[in-house]
């Protein structure tokens, strides 16, 4: 969670309470003819706002009761009709996603009826039962959690490079994850964490091919000069021993080697549920390596972060895997108000692409994703007009993408670093890719399977 949100929630409280005395007195006084509380709004939030909105979550204000919602009857008219509540930032004309947050026009309506009617609470025995929340985890009862093994300082002020965490899994058997859920220790100087698994043994150098025989190719191959990001920097190479910052007591630095990603959280993003059939695997005696990135928010405090996992019970269909498109050569001039930077890759293998993950920072303001196939078509596959910072979405495809070999994924980014941009730390700035918020990010998360399975080699090929 950002600053942002954790002012808007303080803010908002403070509101709220005192909303809530005028709220409990005109209760239940509108006519008894148009939507109410208990029969026609409560539904609705409790399918789609109080897994935010409830104590202890995200969300500024619970809307679990009438007493609860009823202070908030305008703002949420308000937010519901713009459609900026439940967050959404996809054009539904490009594809159908399966974790779109979006009210039909339906529930919409009768939220504003309702709230325009004097937010009438209606007959309590109307109401549905209350959902109940298993636990603390938004995703319920997890089968495993892993913590960081510190709290960690940090500073009220100034800047804290990325953090690095070991935390071992001590997994004596092959598990494969099928949902993940992060659980900030203090969310409010959170910015994200990206959870790596190393497994026990590094993974080997691939193969060198025999004299003459052509290289395999890789799985994904990125077009001329989108690819390489900067030395030193996050997925870059590490900076030569004399360019690197002496290290200061509090640093955890990135250990080497990493290993795969199996998980991303930002604002907005913080639970991740694999669909039935298709899971991502951790290895036996896997150690997690969270990447922590602090922002200092004027006070000091502590974290310690957790991650709650929930396993298959069984070795999936479909292996999904964790990949990136990027562009680390980006460079947006001061003031430019629409400056758009594109990467792109070629796929080197049958794919079914799961998932995407648009990622930049504060001066980001626009995403779109163009795929081309083999045969010539072309494709918008996500648009992502209204890209908020404060809102990170793994865009799940309802029906996933096949990309046969040879199809080009296209991606495309936009900045605003005018002062039009309320979010933007300092429009004169020459900007460049970065791990911190005034610096830039043009970052896809892309989830994927392998379509074809490797055949296996008969017993007259082996030696
Ligand atoms: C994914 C989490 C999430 C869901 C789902 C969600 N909200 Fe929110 N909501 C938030 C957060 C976080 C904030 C505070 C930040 C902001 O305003 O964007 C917020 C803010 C609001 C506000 C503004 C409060 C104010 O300051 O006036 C309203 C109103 C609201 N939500 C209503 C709803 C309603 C109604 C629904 C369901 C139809 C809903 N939200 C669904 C997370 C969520």
Known sequence: MTR??????????????????????????????????????????????????????VAPMSLLTFQDARPWAKSIA?????????????????GEFLNDRRLSETDKNTIVAWANADAPEGSPTDLPPMPTYSSEWLMGQPDAVFSMQEDYPIPAAGTVAYQYFLVPTNLTEDKWIQAMEVRAGDPAILHHVIVYARGPQPAPPPPTPAPGQPRPAPLFQFAEGTTSIPAGQTGGPPLPPEQRKPLGPNDRPAPRPMGPPVGGFAPGQFTRVYQEGTALKLVAGSTLIFQMHYTPNGKATTDRTRIALRFAPRKPQTEVRIASLVNGGLHIPPGAADHRVDAEMTIGQDVTMWSMLPH?????????????????????????????????????????????????????????????????PDPAQDVWWGDQTWEEMMYTGLTFSIDATPATPTAGQEK
């Open 360 to 424: 930049t920072h504060v001066r980001g303001k626009r995403w779109e994703y163009q795929v081309t196939y083999p045969d010539g078509r072309t494709e918008t596959v996500l648009s992502v007009p209204n890209y908020d910072f404060n809102w990170q979405t793994d865009y799940v495809f309802k029906q996933p993408l096949k990309f046969p070999k040879g199809t080009k994924v296209h991606a495309t980014a936009w900045y605003d670093n005018s002062t039009a941009n309320k979010a933007n």
């Open 4 to 57: 942002k949100i954790a002012a808007a929630a303080v803010l908002c409280l403070m509101v709220g309470v005192a909303f809530t005395r005028v709220g409990a007195q005109s209760a239940g006084r509108a006519p008894a003819s148009g939507p109410t509380f208990s029969k026609d709004v409560a539904p609705i939030f409790y399918r789609h706002c109080t897994n935010c909105h409830r104590p202890g979550e």
């Open 78 to 94: 308000t937010r519901v009709s713009k459609g900026t509540m439940p967050p959404w930032h996809a054009d539904p004309a490009h």
